[in-house]
């Protein structure tokens, strides 16, 4: 694959400080396919003096012309399509057709709808004697996971750039190419020099750097609960403006009278897509005790489908490979039963896991609790309506969910008393608009949608 040797500030791509790189790796045959710069704090302080010169011009550009910028981003992404989803699809593991579907056709519509949105949003309103402004915070810093290498940056980058903020990337060590080829699509959008700055690196140098800038004035990151911990109090003590996209371990809720067929269907595809690196992925599903062994067996059957290498992908790296099929262990040794699946590497090369079921798993087991981020599904038995909302809501986290009933009403009323931020009603819809972001340890701050924009807005009312 193509790299560039550079690093992409002030609206060209430099030769980056050091001389570190780092190698990317295809997870499906562990070859090296590229090599892409590992960015120092030098870097990053030239990138962030980019973004801040490049800042007063674009926070004053009027809001339709960001978004003619958009526009012609969203076209540039889409005129990459082919490239982007074999990119993603090396960098990544994903198979082409979720390369296609998911990983670039989600992006370009979330890039469409801020191109409509920055056109169309009120950056004005009245209250009282009141004018409130809507102004851009500032420098962004976006730091994002490998699990979504297109998604992560556009929805972070494209609210920002809406709102009329500047912005520094910073990737994923795993998919540094797709955040490069993005570069590129900004660059021939003709979006200015500045407004757009990529450093690729390491997260502990060149994403540390970054969080840490003071002259950065919010970091919007997604990833790890504990790298978020330290982002959130490195951005707390300098008093910056903060958002956190973390973990979960969302509960795919099958209420009686539900489709039982169908809710566990589309619960065992929602977990396997990707491979189960989804932190919203509906990672224990929970089934009424008459109904359990019906499931356990619909699960198994659903879970045959998913074929190592063909339908499924490996995991990103041989690190999470590991991390994932220790989990399998922890349940096994815990007392989960393995109805499908299990712990052995199921191809000798790539980083594959096998698609794994697990049933009587009890609510304080560690594969109950905790993300795995892999395809593990975990089938808890409740006794009652209430017994099912302790468990759904008995962890940490409180990202996404689901909520299967016989009527639309009955599965409004339960997701009414989840504590988290979304809730799929009887197989509902993605909505690229609506706002996603966690409930307790899942996160602070909420992306996508008209929600995603105010975070990048700062308010300034004048009195009359
Ligand atoms: P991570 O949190 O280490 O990495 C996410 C991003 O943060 C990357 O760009 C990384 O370079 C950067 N980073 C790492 N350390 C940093 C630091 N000290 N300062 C600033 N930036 C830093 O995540 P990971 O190791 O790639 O994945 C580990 C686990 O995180 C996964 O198993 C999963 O549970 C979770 N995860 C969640 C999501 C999500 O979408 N919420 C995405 C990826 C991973």
Redesign the pocket.
Known sequence: MKAHDGMYIGGQWRPAAGTDTIAVVNPADEQVIAHVPAGTPEDVDAAVRAARAALPAWAATPPAERAALLTALRDELARRQDLIAQTVTAELGAPPGLARAVHTGMPLMVAGSYADLAATYSFEERIGNSTVLMEPVGVVAA??????PLH?VIAKVAPALAAGCTVVL?????TPLTAQLFAEAVHDAGVPAGVFNLVT????V???A??AHEDVDLVS????????R??GATAGAAIKRVAL????KSANVILPGADLAKAVAVGIANVMSNSG???SAWTRMLVHRDQYDEAVALAAAAVAAYVPGDRIGPLVNA??QQ?VRGYIEKGIAEGARVVAGGPDAPLETGYYVRPTVFADVTPGMTIAQE???GPVVSILKYEDEEDALAIANGTVYGLAGAVWAAQDEAAVAFARRMDTGQVDINGGRFNPLAPFGGYKQSGVGRELGPHGLAEYLQTKSLQF
């Open positions: 730091i994002t996971p490998w699990n979504y992560q910073k990737p994923a060590e795993d690196g390491l997260g502990p060149a994403g540390q970054l969080a990151f997604t990833g790890s609960t504990a790298v978020g330290q982002i996209e973390l973990g979960g690196q989804t932190c690190g999470q991390r993300e795995i981020f």
